[in-house]
C-alpha cells in the first residue's frame, strides 16, 4: 500500500513523549492579516470610527484593501472572548404594587370577554341550493 499507519500513544509514556514532542513545535502565525493592526482597529472603534471608514483608512493609508464586513466579523469573534457580564442586561426591578399602571393592567385582564357569533351568510335547507341572505344573516 504505501502508507505508514500512524497509532495513538497507548501508554501514559508515550502520551508524556508526544506532549513533549508537541512542545517543540513553532507558534502558528496568525490567521488574520488583519491581527497586527488589531489595537489600531480597536482605537479608531473606540473613537467612534465605522467600519467602512476603517477599510477606507486601511486601503488609503495602509494599502490594504479589507472589506466592512470582514472588518465587523474581526471585531466580533475577539468580542467574544470578553467578559459575558458586559452584554447582560441589568435586573428588572419590580415596580410597587401600588402602581396605578399595574393596577389598570389587572383591570384589564379581569374584564370579561364578549364575543359575538357573525351572522351566517347563508342559509342552508337539506334538500335545496344554498342562498344568499338578504339582510345579513337574518332570515
Known amino acids: 500500500m504505501g502508507y505508514a499507519m500512524?497509532?495513538?500513544?497507548?501508554?501514559?509514556?508515550?502520551?508524556?513523549?508526544?506532549?513533549?514532542e508537541l512542545g517543540d513545535l513553532p507558534p502558528k502565525p496568525p490567521r488574520s492579516k488583519l491581527e497586527p493592526h488589531r489595537e489600531l482597529i480597536r482605537e479608531l472603534r473606540r473613537k467612534g470610527r465605522t467600519y467602512r471608514e476603517?477599510?477606507?483608512?486601511?486601503?488609503?493609508?495602509?494599502g490594504l484593501y479589507v472589506a466592512p464586513s470582514?472588518?465587523?466579523?474581526?471585531?466580533?469573534?475577539?468580542?467574544?472572548?470578553?467578559?459575558?457580564?458586559q452584554f447582560e442586561l441589568p435586573p428588572i426591578q419590580l415596580a410597587s404594587a401600588e402602581s396605578p399602571v399595574l393596577d389598570r393592567v389587572s383591570a384589564?385582564?379581569?374584564?370579561?370577554?364578549?364575543?359575538?357569533?357573525?351572522?351566517?351568510?347563508?342559509?342552508?335547507?337539506?334538500?335545496?341550493?344554498?342562498?344568499?341572505t338578504g339582510n345579513g344573516g337574518e332570515q
Open 6 to 20: 500512524t497509532l495513538l500513544p497507548s501508554t501514559n509514556s508515550d502520551c508524556q513523549l508526544a506532549l513533549a
Open 54 to 62: 476603517v477599510a477606507h483608512l486601511f486601503e488609503e493609508r495602509l
Open 70 to 85: 470582514t472588518l465587523h466579523s474581526f471585531v466580533k469573534v475577539r468580542a467574544k472572548h470578553r467578559k459575558r457580564t
Open 108 to 132: 384589564f385582564k379581569a374584564k370579561p370577554v364578549v364575543r359575538t357569533a357573525k351572522p351566517a351568510r347563508f342559509v342552508f335547507r337539506e334538500n335545496e341550493p344554498l342562498t344568499l
